[in-house]
Structures are given as C-alpha cells and as structure tokens.
C-alpha cells in the first residue's frame, strides 16, 4: 500500500492560487496512476486531475482545463496541484489517491474512484 499525505489547503478569494501538494510513501514503487479529486458535502468525489507516474502524462476534468496543473518531482514522490483563477465552485475538500495501473486505458479510468484504493486524508480548499 501507499501512504498518501495532501497539504497546501486553505482560504483564497476569488481569481487566487493555490498549490496542493501529495506525499507519497511505502511501496510507492507499484504505483502508477496519481489522481487529486475533490468532494463537496452531500455529493460524490470528482475526479480533477491525474498524472501517470514515470511517464508524467497529465488527464483534467474539463471543469479545471487551462486552470489547474498535476506536476510531480523527480523522485516521483510527490506530486503537485497547481490551481490558478480560482472560483467558488473549487471550493471543497480535495483528495489524493494511488492506483497500480496507468491513469489511461482506452479511456481515462484514473478519474472514478473505484479504481483507487490508497487515499490521503484530504485538504480544505475555500474559495469566496
């Protein structure tokens, strides 16, 4: 299993930044596929943004194209949300997640969350 960490939450106006970060660790070396999702209360986790670990192909919701970038560092152990021109509808708790397969299969799997099972315990994101 991977040990997930999410940190860089917090309150921001309107048009702001801000940049979530993923730590990984334990068997990080079967893991594939890194997705962020972000889930408001009374509704289902959505799927945000994912990057295939090593190859570093990136997959965004059409709700955060050209606004939100997943990045990660070389040593492939932590990866990055960067979220600019931000609006309150990005406002929720967002969550990191490993999976072992690629991000891409025919389809872009990584954004459903049945396809997960390591998550990180979230990060508070308020927009106003």
């Known amino acids: 299993h991977v040990q997930l960490v999410e940190s860089g939450g917090g309150s921001v106006q309107a048009g702001g930044s801000l940049r979530l970060s993923c730590v990984a660790s334990?068997?990080?070396?079967?893991?594939?596929?890194l997705g962020w999702f972000r889930q408001t209360p009374g509704k289902g986790r959505e799927g945000v943004a994912t990057i295939n670990i090593g190859g570093g192909k990136t997959y965004y919701a059409d709700s955060v194209k050209g606004r939100f970038t997943v990045s990660q560092d070389s040593a492939k152990d932590t990866a990055t949300l960067q979220m600019n021109s931000l609006n309150v509808d990005d406002t929720a708790m967002y969550y990191c997640a490993a999976d072992g397969y690629s991000c891409y299969s025919g389809s872009w799997r990584g954004r459903y969350t049945h396809e997960y099972n390591d998550w990180g315990q979230g990060t508070q994101v308020t927009v106003s």
């Open positions: 334990g068997d990080t070396i079967y893991y594939n596929c």
